[in-house]
């Protein structure tokens, strides 16, 4: 399995921040290894795909939201597969 599956596949399983941490580790790793995929990663595409998938959340009574949320959309806003050529 490639460290971009693994990422997401890990970011998608996330409950706790260290499961959180490491996702994104193994995302770095691809994006390092395999930077073509990434290529059109930009700081507004990141945002962008961040701030919807926030919108389309809840937060829980706090106003947190939980770590298992948040990998869920990291992992949605992230995903190369997802964006549009």
Excluded at 48 to 72: F, K
């Amino acid at each position: 399995m490639d460290a971009l599956a693994l990422g997401l596949q890990r970011l998608d399983a996330a409950q706790t921040n260290n499961e959180l941490v490491e996702a994104l580790w193994d995302l770095r790793d691809s994006a390092n290894d395999q930077s073509a995929v990434w290529s059109a990663l930009t700081a507004e595409v990141v945002l962008q795909g961040l701030a919807y998938e926030l919108e389309q959340t809840s937060a829980d009574d706090d106003g947190e939201i939980p770590v298992r949320v948040l990998a869920q959309v990291l992992g949605k806003a992230l995903d190369p597969r997802l964006r549009e050529p």
